[in-house]
């Protein structure tokens, strides 16, 4: 079999593409009702409602669809009319932090991130989703939403640009999940890829609002060297100055594990409580073993 592999430190187009087979031997979910104990799904996607028109208000309807801006323009109370959306929005956000463009182990966690992200893209697409892609920035537009293999390669276009090099321009996962906010519609699918450290300056107040539509998993991009560092004294180059830390030395190591390894902890006891899916995703790990957290209730992870 042709090996698409990249060198661990930037991400390949080849190597994105060649993950659809890994993701796809995930097997279809169940029908059954959305929400439903189990991973079941739906046949109609998405929020299931998209408005599409306003009509005058008549006896019976839904006083909680009514079009308050219509109504006040007109002087007569008109009320939304909504049809059925087919298709749910997964939609991926990328964290580009420059922590995560570093490893120790098979990979960078840039590229173990850039192939996550395939994963989640094929699986999407698997499931018959639109697919759209961000990253903290003031500049870039999101990738927009769309299906298919077309929608999933201009997605692991993006992933390749942003996970080859830490972009000048990133705002912060804030800033993405600010820019996520009003891209999604309730019943869509979030997955988030992050440095621990990114997580831990987002407010914990942010997640709640968004587990409460939408279905979101965050996978934690971390190396063995920030979560298991050895009893040792190890070598550190600055630019021009060398820096020696003695992780042997237990105050030391303390500092380490409170600047890598509590973030990691912190996130994965908070963010299930807020309804959020995380996963601890390392440099050196398959970059599927995720997969089965999707379409899994909250119950079913704890």
């Known amino acids: 079999m042709t090996d698409f592999a990249s060198d661990g430190i930037r991400p390949t187009l080849a190597e994105l593409v060649a993950l659809r087979a890994t993701a796809q031997r995930r097997p279809p979910a169940r029908k059954g009702r959305y929400n439903a104990a189990g991973p079941a799904q739906s046949s109609a996607r998405g929020r299931g409602m998209e408005y599409a028109e306003s009509r005058e208000y008549v006896a019976g309807d839904d006083v909680r669809h009514i ?12 009320t939304k009319l909504f049809q059925a959306e087919r298709e749910r929005l997964t939609l991926i956000v990328a964290d580009t932090s420059p922590a995560l463009y570093f490893g120790t182990r098979v990979r960078y966690k840039s590229v173990q991130a850039a192939r996550a992200a395939a994963v989640a893209v094929w699986a999407a697409v698997r499931d018959g989703d639109r697919v759209a892609i961000l990253r903290g920035s003031r500049q870039e537009a999101p990738v927009p939403p769309a299906s298919g293999p077309r929608g999933a390669l201009r997605v692991l276009d993006a992933l390749v640009r942003w996970y080859s090099r830490p972009p000048i321009d990133d705002s912060g996962l804030a800033s993405a999940l600010d820019s996520a906010a009003r891209l999604l519609r309730p019943g869509s699918r979030l997955i988030v890829l992050a440095d621990p450290r990114s997580i831990a300056a987002v407010p914990e107040s942010r997640w709640p609002a968004l587990a409460m539509h939408h279905e979101v998993v965050v996978l934690l991009l971390t190396d063995a060297l920030e979560t298991e560092p050895p009893h040792a004294l190890l070598p550190f180059s600055l630019g021009d100055h060398r820096v020696e830390l003695d992780l042997g030395n237990a105050t030391q190591r303390q500092r380490w594990q409170q600047e890598f390894g ?18 601890s995703l390392q440099g050196d790990a398959p970059s599927e073993s995720w997969l089965p957290l999707l379409g899994r209730s909250q119950s079913q992870v704890a």
């Open 262 to 279: 509590r973030p990691v902890e912190s996130a994965l006891e908070n963010l299930p409580r807020r309804g959020v899916r995380a996963y």
């Open 67 to 78: 079009d308050w801006r219509l109504t006040a323009r007109s002087g007569r109370t008109h």
